[in-house]
Nanobody, 126 residues
Framework: QVQLVESGGALVQAGDSLRLDCANS?????????VAWFRQTPGQEREFVSA??????YYSDSVKGRFTISRDNAKNTVYLQMNSLKLEDTALYYC????????????????????WGQGTQVTVSS
């Protein structure tokens, strides 16, 4: 059973960096999964941030060039390195996963992902 646990959320200032971790408790390995990060603010729909499927990386336009997604297979963990944080990055960040996708990967849609974590809060202040 895949269980995703996010960590690393914090209160930071604009311009700071932060790394979010998404740990998969299943020992079978994170490398069998395509993993994504979404974020959500109150009253808004969950928004795609980044995804990793095999060695393909995807980013939303709002974070491209500032955020980097990566994985450590030995630790069953996927990371989201967030640099140059902005006020508008404030949100509850969720990790999501699904078995690796061959062919068309509809990474933007929340319905693509079978597993979700509980979220970790990132707050960026001025």
């Amino acid at each position: 059973q895949v269980q995703l646990v996010e960590s690393g959320g914090a209160l930071v200032q604009a311009g700071d960096s932060l790394r979010l971790d998404c740990a998969n408790s299943e020992r079978a390995g994170a490398y069998y999964l395509a993993v994504a990060w979404f974020r959500q603010t109150p009253g808004q729909e969950r928004e795609f941030v980044s995804a990793l499927n095999y060695n393909d990386r995807y980013y939303s336009d709002s974070v491209k060039g500032r955020f980097t997604i990566s994985r450590d297979n030995a630790k069953n963990t996927v990371y989201l390195q967030m640099n140059s944080l902005k006020l508008e990055d404030t949100a509850l960040y969720y990790c999501a996963a699904t078995p690796l996708v061959s062919g068309t990967f509809d990474y933007l849609r929340t319905s693509t992902y079978h597993y979700w974590g509980q979220g970790t809060q990132v707050t960026v202040s001025s």
